[in-house]
């Protein structure tokens, strides 16, 4: 079975400081690992992808994650927060030969100025 | 090049009635994908559909039904809508040769059930 963890499901952070958004997954085979952000009243867009190739994975505006096997983790970071980052993000797992994936339970960021 | 476009924004319904829902994909998808999201939950995975097939289909009553047309335009129906139904729906599209890229996804119908 398939499944992530997001631990924490509010994150604050002050403007200029770091983003770590945390993100543990459950998988018997390796995994395909998401991260999506949604802004209010829109629907998901994916911010970066991990699929077995780099264990380092650079995202839109900034963000990064690494995976990391022996912690079974895929932790979001970004160096500098800004606010525009405020929104909710969603870890999400696909194994393979499936064709959907497994959302977490979500991180809602708050960015203050 | 539209995205992934959703109809209605918003609904009301009440309970024990039928609902459909419609989703266009973005422009070269043939694959759509529908997801239940909860007040405060990740979405979920309804089904998938792929050659006006349902391909997949996840941990969802059969109240919940599908359809995806020619033009590979997809429609979620409920039937005996419950209050629980009350959620965010969203609609995903991607291309099958491309299984391993992204999904895009539509900005949801917001279903409220009374």
């Known amino acids: 079975a398939q499944s992530v963890t997001q631990l924490g499901s509010h994150v604050s952070v002050s403007e200029g400081a770091l983003v770590l958004l945390r993100c543990n997954y459950s998988?018997?085979?390796?995994?395909?690992l998401f991260w999506y952000v949604q802004y209010p009243n829109q629907g998901l867009q994916l911010l970066l992808k991990?699929?077995?190739?780099?264990?380092l994975v650079k995202g839109i505006n900034g963000f990064e994650a690494e995976f990391k096997k022996s912690e079974t983790s895929f932790h979001l970071t970004k160096p500098s927060a800004h606010m525009s980052d405020a929104a909710e993000y969603f870890c999400?797992?696909?194994?393979?030969?499936?064709?959907?994936?497994?959302f977490g339970t979500g991180t809602r960021l708050t960015v203050i100025p | 090049d539209a995205g992934v476009t959703q109809s209605p924004t918003h609904l009301i319904k009440t309970r024990g009635q039928q609902v459909t829902l419609r989703c266009s994909p973005k422009?070269?998808?043939?694959?759509v994908s529908w997801y239940q999201q909860a007040l405060g939950q990740g979405p979920q995975f309804i089904f998938q559909?792929?050659?006006?097939?349902?391909?997949q289909r996840g941990n969802f009553p059969d109240r919940f039904s599908g359809h995806q047309f020619p033009n590979y335009s997809s429609e979620l129906n409920v039937n005996a809508l419950l209050l629980g139904d009350s959620a965010l729906y969203l609609c995903?599209?991607?291309?099958?040769?491309?299984?391993?890229?992204?999904?895009?996804f539509g900005s949801g119908t917001q279903l409220s059930v009374l």
């Open positions: 995903a599209s991607s291309y099958e040769k491309g299984i391993h890229e992204k999904l895009f």
């Open positions: 998988s018997s085979v390796p995994p395909y």
């Open positions: 991990y699929t077995s190739a780099a264990t």
């Open positions: 999400a797992v696909r194994v393979t030969g499936a064709n959907n994936l497994f």
């Open positions: 422009s070269g998808h043939d694959t």
């Open positions: 559909y792929y050659e006006e097939e349902e391909r």
